[in-house]
DNA sequence: TCGTCCCGGATTGTATACAAAGAATTGAGA
DNA sequence: TCTCAATTCTTTGTATACAATCCGGGACGA
């Protein structure tokens, strides 16, 4: 029942919040789930978000098996809502069926992140192209302040959090809802490759350089140059992530 | 059970099939499962196809409500499978749910349209230019081929097949999962707009000869020309497809 | 006449029972 | 000890029952 109004962007949006009043107590008789903070959500959205959450979160890793029993268990729920969940999480490509075996958290081969990140160049540097020409003022200044906020080399928690912001932030500026839609599945994708290379590469402060020459052409409301310089982080991005498999195929191979 | 394998590609070209190929009627309380061509794929598979299919076909129009017993007893199957193709082709972006009414064919607003090519004109040309480096010999042979083998203003609906061949081709040739994937939900969602272009405003002629043209920029391995070749194909369409909403504005208008 | 309240119908959300089919295990035989 | 086959186990696919909610219409009161 109670589903809330899903389009385009899956991702948020930023709507105000607030919500209908959503009545207090759960529907069942006994509702099991932690007193969470969606009353108004369907299981099967609120699966989604929790399922995705921990993949985002590295709680699941790649290769990792998913069976639906389990999971219907761990999150106290029914097989059903944590079906209509695997389904819409294959869909993003975080999830890939093998048959007979179920859901399997994606792993990503060599070439499938060469693509990744090939795709990624194009859009993001679309995205920012896109955001120079359409990003109003109030956008251009969130993003501002965003790169104003940066939390610098410290919590890798937060380096990615702050990283995340500044990039959807940027993607919705361009005011293109299948940009949006592709790029934020990219960018759940590649989460699937671990921690942001930013804080394992010591990469924050060159980052933030390359996010402020993306803000500065957006403020010149340069097109060309938004779109080069947001390709440049992204390649730049790409590189740190190559060193780090390589070095990671020495590293963690005997491991295990 | 048996589900197909699914890739990243779930869309592809291999419809070849013909119309309605008797759904996997097997595993009632009691039918020995009659030894089809197929593993059989799941009736959740297969009746994602066919909504698909008929939402590509016209059957199902923008605006329409999809019932969930409806479509269920009308396609003989239980609510189960039937809800798992609506959520996969609601993360298709082919329909829209509606709190509290369900399922709605998506309708496509002027900006969702607009947002729609301009997301295709950069994918469509990245995809061109990726294939003007990596298509083989072999793809590049079949794009020849298929050129050829186009067959003119004549019959819409074998148009509108010939061109999506073409453009699937082009996409495969590109080699990269995400984009292949990405443009064929786009396409999807271009066939919420009705029939192609091409047969309704006699630009086949003209199609063809942009066609030509990325093909001949693709086997001069010439990325840049590719690339431009098929945004320029794009932008025509768009064109296109504008007149055509305009004129349709006037003369739909008035009718229902 | 208009607004409000209430009830029945329609439709989706959720849980669960059962069936099917590969995968794993165990046993016997060579 | 190794191989093969039968049996059991595990896991998903499907159907269906039940619960919850919204929507529409109609009766009632102001």
Redesign the interface.
Known sequence: ????????NPVDGGRGGGEEAARPSASQPSDPRPSESRPSESRGEWTYHRLREAIQAGELKPGERIREIEMAKRLEVSRTPV??AL??L????LLT????RGMVIAELDHQ?VM??Y??RE??EG?AAG?AARHASEAEITLIRDLIAADPGDGDPKALATHNRQFHGTLYRAA?????L??LNV?SD?MALLGMTTLSLTGRSGTARQEHEEILSAIEARDQARAEQAARHHIREAQRARLRLMFDGDRADTPQD
């Open positions: 029942m109670a589903r809330g109004s899903k389009k385009l079906r209509e389904r819409r294959e869909a993003d490509g069926f093998v048959p007979y499938a693509e990744l090939q795709m194009v859009l679309t896109l005011h293109n809802r299948y940009l839609k592709t990219l994708a």
